[in-house]
């Protein structure tokens, strides 16, 4: 099992509407999220290449919509209206 396994099934349970979980929340799933995903949007970038964690969330054809670094809280969104 890949370290973000846990997130992707996570995400999979909901298949309608926007999901919120706070980095804690996903600490626990995975183990402990890096230092980078506190401090670096970038790290809830859609985009695979060079993230190999977004495809727990692009996978379920899921999106990062919204961030907040500072609550250190993301929401994932059905679809393609995601973060870039």
Same mark, same amino acid.
């Given at each position: 099992?890949?370290?973000?396994?846990?997130?992707?099934?996570?995400?999979?349970?909901?298949?309608?509407?926007?999901?919120?979980?706070?980095?804690? #929340?996903?600490? !626990? $799933?995975?183990? /402990?999220?890096?230092?980078?995903?506190? &401090?670096?949007?970038?790290?809830?970038?859609?985009?695979?290449?060079?993230?190999?964690?977004?495809?727990?969330?692009?996978?379920?054809?899921? #999106?990062?919509? !919204? $961030?907040?670094? /500072?609550?250190?809280?993301?929401?994932? &969104?059905?679809?393609?209206?995601?973060?870039?």
């Amino acid at each position: 099992m890949a370290k973000y396994d846990p997130l992707r099934d996570r995400l999979a349970l909901r298949i309608d509407g926007p999901l919120t979980l706070t980095f804690g #929340e996903i600490d !626990a $799933l995975v183990g /402990g999220l890096p230092a980078s995903a506190r &401090t670096y949007a970038a790290f809830w970038s859609n985009h695979p290449q060079g993230h190999v964690h977004a495809s727990a969330w692009l996978d379920n054809g899921r #999106e990062v919509e !919204a $961030l907040d670094l /500072g609550a250190e809280r993301v929401s994932f &969104t059905m679809g393609s209206a995601g973060l870039a």
